[in-house]
């Protein structure tokens, strides 16, 4: 994300990806995703704590806290999420198919 690397992007999020937060409501899709991830959306602090793993055999749910400060033109926003991820391997390789992020309290 903070590299935005369009072609790693790609390979690590499923084509059928649906992201949910808490801020649009409105499911945003893989294609949407990285779009806003390689385009004018600049991360420049990324981190993952807490991580807690279900692991379902073909299926994984991840949940985590993301910590991330990014700037979207001259607004610079820097905001922690409750993280739910659902990766699914296919073909030997794992992709991340859903992601819910809850905007925690500042």
């Known amino acids: 994300v903070m590299r935005q ?13 649906r992201l949910v937060t808490s801020r649009s409501g409105n499911p ?10 390689t385009g ?5 602090s990324y ?9 379902a055999g073909e ?8 910590t991330q400060e990014a700037h979207l033109g001259d ?3 820097a905001r922690n999420w409750l993280t ?6 296919a073909s030997g ?6 992601r819910h992020a809850e905007a925690l309290p500042e």
């Open 84 to 89: 739910t991820d659902v990766w699914t391997r």
């Open 28 to 37: 945003a899709t893989r294609d949407e995703w990285v779009a806003a991830a």
């Open 47 to 55: 981190a993952i704590h807490d991580i807690q793993m279900i692991d």
């Open 59 to 66: 299926t994984a749910i991840v949940v985590h806290r993301l």
């Open 75 to 77: 607004q610079q926003a």
């Open 93 to 98: 390789r794992w992709q991340i198919t859903a």
């Open 40 to 44: 004018p959306f600049r991360v420049s």
């Open 5 to 17: 690397d369009r072609v790693e992007l790609e390979r690590l999020v499923a084509p059928g990806f």
